[in-house]
């Protein structure tokens, strides 16, 4: 059974930078599709990135474009969204979340297993 972890929210400032780390146990990402998601208080939970199984593909808000950046370490079998020139508009739980030979496709009714999420604040 597949189980994730995320760590590495925070407080930080405007503009500052965040990496958010999802560590994987019980079997390795390797064949995992990894999400990043984020839901903040009154909205609904919507996709930030997204990194197919194969590792080929990559999918991005229109929001984060150019600022994060997700990728996987096979070697520690952990996934992470770095988070760049950060807005207050970003604060939110951040989850991360997989899915069994799943595409970058970035909609949460897609993956079946979820962390238990982190807080970002962006705040001066």
């Known amino acids: 059974q597949l189980q994730l972890v995320e760590s590495g929210g925070g407080l930080v400032q405007p503009g500052g930078s965040l990496r958010l780390s999802c560590v994987a146990s019980?079997?390795?990402?390797?064949?995992?599709?990894i999400g990043w998601f984020r839901q903040a208080p009154g909205e609904e939970r919507e996709g930030v990135s997204c990194?197919?199984?194969?590792?080929?593909?990559?999918n991005y808000a229109d929001s984060v474009k150019g600022r994060f950046t997700i990728s996987r370490d096979s070697a520690q079998n952990t996934a992470y969204l770095q988070m760049d020139s950060l807005k207050p508009e970003d604060t939110a739980v951040y989850y991360c979340?997989?899915?069994?030979?799943?595409?970058?496709?970035?909609?949460?009714?897609?993956?079946?297993?979820w962390g238990q999420g982190t807080q970002v604040t962006v705040s001066s």
């Open positions: 990194l197919s199984s194969s590792g080929h593909s990559t």
């Open positions: 019980g079997v390795t990402l390797d064949s995992y599709a």
């Open positions: 979340a997989a899915v069994r030979f799943g595409t970058s496709w970035c909609k949460a009714s897609g993956f079946n297993y």
